[in-house]
């Protein structure tokens, strides 16, 4: 997995061309993005981002490839994410 336009190396043990389950965790307290794969915490991949215009889900993809977002609004997630909720929660 790389991570940002600098294409900095992130995750470097996950197969991203097998499937799974990717994880984002995002703590706008201390703002810090993280990610994780099949349950397993792969660090933090972003910090002390601009929060000031508010911020934006995005997915990028090609056409093999193939997704399904969870907010967990309708689906319990498939792992556990202690200290952290789903935003539909918060308000």
């Known amino acids: 997995m790389m991570m940002g336009s600098v294409r900095l190396p992130y995750a470097k043990e996950v197969d991203a061309d097998s499937s799974g389950i990717i994880q984002c965790y995002i ?3 201390n703002r810090k993005i993280s990610f994780g ?3 397993k915490f792969l660090g933090v991949a972003f910090e ?4 000031s215009n508010g911020i934006y889900a995005a997915v990028s993809t090609n056409l093999e490839n193939e997704c399904r977002l969870n907010f967990g609004i309708n689906a319990p997630f498939g792992y556990d994410n202690e200290g952290y909720t789903t935003f539909w929660r918060m308000y």
């Not at 002390?48 to 929060?51: A, K, L, S, Y």
């Open 27 to 29: 703590d706008l307290d």
């Open 48 to 51: 002390n981002f601009d929060i």
């Open 37 to 39: 794969f099949n349950g």
